[in-house]
């Protein structure tokens, strides 16, 4: 398990853009899946995107598609969410997450990074 920090979050008016990071520590983070997940006030934290560890392999939620982009520099150990046209519907707290390559599942969360969104 890695430990993962985002950054970047913060308020932007509608139709704006943000980029969100992801830096993770380990030698191996290159061989990580990895994910992006949201959570808006009251509701369940729901799935954005995710890059597969070559970065040649990207898969977004229909929310998101054509809007964001997830990118990965290994060399840099960071995982990116390039986030356009925002919505206030996109307001929530943003998550990165490693997925266990033994289980395929996202066990590793970072603490997230609030986005906030204006009308």
């Known amino acids: 398990q890695v430990q993962l920090v985002e950054s970047g979050g913060g308020l932007v008016q509608a139709g704006g853009s943000l980029t969100l990071s992801c830096a993770a520590s380990?030698?191996?983070?290159?061989?990580?899946?990895m994910g992006w997940f949201r959570q808006a006030p009251g509701k369940e934290r729901e799935f954005v995107a995710d890059?597969?560890?070559?970065?040649?392999?990207?898969f977004y939620a229909e929310s998101a598609k054509g809007r964001f982009t997830a990118s990965r520099d290994n060399a840099k150990n960071t995982v990116y969410l390039q986030m356009n046209n925002l919505k206030p519907e996109d307001t929530a707290v943003y998550y990165c997450a490693a997925e266990n390559p033994k289980s395929n599942v996202y066990d590793c969360w970072g603490q997230g990074t609030q986005v906030t969104v204006s009308s």
């Open positions: 380990g030698r191996t983070f290159s061989r990580y899946t």
């Open positions: 890059i597969s560890w070559s970065g040649g392999t990207t």
